[in-house]
Nanobody, 119 residues
Framework: QVQLVESGGRLVQAGGSLNLSCVVS????????MGWFRQAPGKEREFVAG????????MYGDPVKGRFTISRDNAKNMVILEIHSLKPEDTAVYCC????????????WGQGTRVTVSS
């Protein structure tokens, strides 16, 4: 059974930085393309960043371009989201998701980790 567990969320001041981690178990991380999504209170879930199975291709949602960086370490079965220049509007629950090769939609989701940005 594939499981995704996120960590790293916390309260941080605006302008600060933090790293979120997602550890995948049950199958090799290299079986998946990975993504990060977030959902703020009262808002729909939003795509944040994605990375191909090899790590050679990354993509970002417009609100986070230039501030967020997604990376992966297939040997550690881990995906990292580096976040810089945090803004209050980045406050959300951040979830990672895994998509099997060839799939359009994400197949597996984590429970999320909460990031709160104070102004």
């Amino acid at each position: 059974q594939v499981q995704l567990v996120e960590s790293g969320g916390r309260l941080v001041q605006a302008g600060g930085s933090l790293n979120l981690s997602c550890v995948v178990s049950g199958r090799p991380l290299s079986d998946f393309a990975m993504g990060w999504f977030r959902q703020a209170p009262g808002k729909e879930r939003e795509f944040v960043a994605g990375i191909s199975w090899s790590g050679g291709t990354t993509m970002y949602g417009d609100p986070v371009k230039g501030r967020f960086t997604i990376s992966r370490d297939n040997a550690k079965n881990m995906v990292i989201l580096e976040i810089h220049s945090l803004k209050p509007e980045d406050t959300a629950v951040y979830c990672c998701a895994a998509k099997r090769l060839g799939r359009i939609t994400y197949d597996y989701w984590g429970q999320g980790t909460r990031v709160t940005v104070s102004s």
